[in-house]
Every structure is written in C-alpha cells, then in structure tokens.
C-alpha cells in the first residue's frame, strides 16, 4: 500500500523539484551530450604521407578533409593519383587548394580564376565532387572570395582567426553556420612544436565557450620533417583523445559536412 501511495505522489513530487529547482535538476539528471562541437580535421598540399594518415583516422572511425593541388599530384612527395583515390573511396573529402599552390592575393582576378576553376575542373574530371576550397597559405582577399564562389565551391577555408595560443582575445570556435562560407575561421596551423596539449586545449576551449566548429590545419604527418609538420605519433594520440570528447557533445566531420556544403558543377570555361 506505502508504494502505491509512493507512486501515486512521485509525478508530484518531481514536478514541485522540476519547479524549485530547474538547473540542479536538469545537471543532475545529466543526459547524453547534445553535439556542439564540431572539429574538421584538415590537411593541405596531398602530401604523400597522407595516404597513411587517411588510415589512421579511419582505424578511429574518422574521416578527414585533404586539400590537394592538382598540378602536383603524382610529383616527388606528394599523392599519387591512386593514392588519392583510395583516400576519396574510403570517405574522406578531396577539397581543392588551387593548381599550383600560389599566393592568391598576388594574382589578378583572371589568373585566380585560371588557379581555382582550372583545379576544380581537374578534380572532377578525375572523379570528385570538391564543395570547398583551401586558400594556399590562407592568403584571401575579396576576389580570391568571389573567384571561389564563381568557380562552384561552396565554401572556403583559410588559416587563422580563432583563438589559439598567439590569439588571446579571439573566439574560439567558428560558428557552426560560418557567417562567411567562403572565410572559414581556424587556430593557426599545427606545427612540429605545437604541443599535444595545445591541440587539446583548442577543442576545450570551443566546448567550454558553447561549442562550435573547429577546423584544425595540418600538412606533413612525419617525424622531424618541416616546421609545418606533426608526428604521426602526437596526431595518434590526439585522434584517441578527441574520441573520447563524444561525452562532452564533440564530433569529427569533413569540412563539407560540418558546413552542409552542396555541389555545384564548374562553369563552363
Ligand atoms: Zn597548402
């Protein structure tokens, strides 16, 4: 009798504490993390080793951004055309990063649009549907923006922006929606004396500030190889960590999925 009577009061019991104390209740009641945090991991330039690094995201269930040139491919040190598709078939995103690998803001418009569409119609006629687009250098300016939109990306992204330990006072992530497409915000690039607790931190400090989207840069995965460069080690270690981060509502996306990105074919030339 005592529990049926128990039961018959508990729905009111709950809603007077639902209505004492709605932020108590609400934490201790802790439900699953809802998604907030979105990081993009991205690496520039179809560097060889990638082929490798595609691997080691997909041993975590991961999947990545390579933003490649398309005039270099196959050259010394970097992807093979192969190699490239066996990254895109395994559901990473090719993203393009212009023809050559030159400094945008120091071409005129028409020499841009050669860059960015002639790279694109590439990428296409070997296969991929690219939606978004790397700045070589994270060089952009207003025409760099508009040639990118021109040439059917979707979306751009270029380096810096966000809070990272030389950026005291910036967000620290973009926002899940960029109010610029064709600006994407990020912490600087990672380099081969950036800390694996500094790439940590980047991604705590978006989940802490209300989450949001945080493309982090890369380029060579190798040992000792180049300022801009990790060890495939210290990204190991941090792929394993940010798994874990499933619990505080962050996730790994390509570029393209984070931002919703659609395909638009390339103009005719
Ligand atoms: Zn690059």
């Known amino acids: 009798m005592k529990i049926v009577r128990w039961a018959a009061a508990l729905p009111a019991a709950l809603v007077a504490l639902a209505v004492l104390q709605p932020v108590s209740h609400a934490e201790s009641a802790k439900p699953p993390k809802k998604v907030t945090t979105v990081v993009s991991l991205t690496f520039d330039d179809g560097d060889v080793t990638h082929a490798a690094t595609a691997r080691m995201l997909e041993k975590r269930g991961m999947r990545g951004t390579f933003y490649v040139n398309t005039d270099t491919i196959g050259r010394d040190a970097k992807l093979t055309r192969r190699e490239l598709a ?88 973009e926002d899940p929606r960029p109010r610029d497409r064709y600006e994407i915000r990020t912490p600087g690039s990672i380099r081969d004396d950036t800390l ?28 000792g190889c180049g300022l801009y460069s990790v060890s495939p080690e210290t990204l190991d270690e941090f792929l394993g960590w940010l798994a874990t981060r499933k619990s505080h509502g962050t996730v790994v996306k390509t570029l393209h999925d984070a931002v919703g990105a659609r395909y638009r074919p390339v103009p005719a030339e």
């Open 86 to 173: 066996a990254i895109a078939k395994a559901g990473h995103e090719i993203g393009g990063h212009t023809l050559t690998h030159i400094r945008l803001t120091e071409l005129t418009r028409s020499e841009q649009r050669t860059q960015i569409c002639d790279d694109r119609r590439a990428l296409v006629a070997w296969g991929y549907r690219p939606t978004t687009l790397a700045y070589p250098f994270g060089s952009v300016d207003a025409d760099a923006k508009a040639v990118a939109r021109q040439c059917g990306y979707d979306a751009a992204r270029r380096v810096g922006g966000l809070k990272d330990w030389g950026c005291r006072g910036c967000q620290a992530g």
């Open 196 to 223: 694996p607790r500094q790439m940590r931190q980047q991604v705590i400090n978006a989940e802490k500030s209300g989450g949001g989207l945080v493309p982090l840069v890369f380029h060579r995965v190798c040992d």
